[in-house]
């Protein structure tokens, strides 16, 4: 009530809108969500300082795959973080994926063994990190 009332229709926002942005968080939001089905793995204390990292593991086991989600808060001092990883087997290998934006980088092969104790680099603060893995299948 006395509040104007907000309309997010697309015809309504500005030429300046990035919608090349939104187009890119749309397309990510539906490529991650299958992992959301999975297991769930917080792989840092809760915390709202903003000098403290958020970082959750999402693991699909039947499908032997999964993401890790980072975030850098702005006042973090650190530009790394090592963590252990859930449901990774030290014995195969692994395909990983980083997204620091929108877009991948090439996708790597590692072993689980290096993989399971992964240090986690954010450049930039604040700032935000996926990883997305799946067991190589032999």
């Keep these: 009530k006395g509040m104007k009332e907000y309309n997010s229709a697309p015809q309504d926002r500005t030429e300046e809108y990035p919608r090349d942005l939104l187009k890119k968080g749309i397309a990510e939001a539906k490529r991650i969500r299958k992992y959301y089905f999975g297991n769930y793995y917080p792989l840092t204390p809760a915390s ?19 993401m890790i989600v980072a975030f850098r808060r702005h006042e973090s001092p650190a530009a790394s973080l090592p963590c252990t990883l859930f449901e990774i087997d030290p014995q195969t290998r692994y395909e990983i994926t ?5 877009d991948p980088s090439e996708p790597v092969a590692i072993t689980g063994k290096e993989f399971q104790n992964s240090t986690l680099i954010i450049e930039e603060c604040p700032g935000s990190l996926i990883i997305e893995y799946q067991k190589i299948k032999p």
């Design 98 to 102: 980083k997204y620091v934006t929108y």
């Design 48 to 66: 709202a300082s903003p000098q403290d990292w958020c970082i959750m593991q999402y693991h699909r086991p039947a499908e032997q795959d999964g």
